[in-house]
């Protein structure tokens, strides 16, 4: 578990002094340590996660609407993924070092989890989260801008990861109406090591495969295959 002396060091890395101290510590549990010690399931950090991740996509989106008030709502949705991706979350939880402070059961332990990016990326979904119930919508925003800032001056001057998804989206609404999907076709290994294998369909046919450790990056690799080599 976290040490108050751990607690304090984190919460001064994120720029935040959480008033319920389980609230941090619930974000960093991964469901790893609650299923092999039989807790609740809400102990573990994924009801965070899906809140942060909503946080997130506001507060980017309120912070690129106010800054760029001539640019189109595609180009403002193009740059708010890049930013919100796994890869940019995981460059951020790397800077601070989040990967040290998780909860993680003996196996995701042994298996690395500890620089899983898909893993460091939820959990700053799940800090974000808990901030928003500790100290609230503002607290929230300022925090989230304070962690993603190097990440959205990159962004800004296109220096950070391509979105594939949103590209393939682009590149195929220009030709005419159609319809995108990602299917999960196939998921191997225990929950704390899954890979998931995912086909793009485009209009019915699968034109394009992924395979990654989390559904995220697998649905980048197969948009980025359908991306850069087409049908």
Known sequence: MLSDSMI????????????????????LTHSSYVNENKLRYSRNNER??????????????????????DVEEGAL???????????????????????????????EENNGGRERPSMIADSVEAVIGAVFIDGGWEEAKKTALYILEE?????????????????????????????????VTKEEGPDHNKTFYIDLVINGKVLGKGIGKSKKEAEQKAAQLVYEIGE
Do not use: M, W
């Open 48 to 69: 965070l996660e899906y809140l942060g991740d909503a946080i997130l996509d506001a507060v980017i989106s309120d912070h690129l609407y106010n800054k760029y008030g």
């Open 8 to 27: 304090c060091e984190l919460s001064k890395k994120i720029g935040y002094d959480f008033k319920d101290k389980e609230l941090l510590i619930t974000a």
């Open 151 to 183: 990440v959205i001056d990159k962004a800004s001057v296109g220096q950070l990861n391509k979105d594939y998804k949103s590209l393939v989206q682009e590149k195929y609404q220009a030709i005419g109406e159609v319809s995108i999907s990602y299917v």
């Open 77 to 107: 949705t193009k740059e708010r993924a890049v930013i919100v991706c796994e890869a940019s979350l995981c460059i951020c939880g790397k800077k601070l070092g989040i990967g040290e402070y998780l909860i993680l059961g003996k196996g």
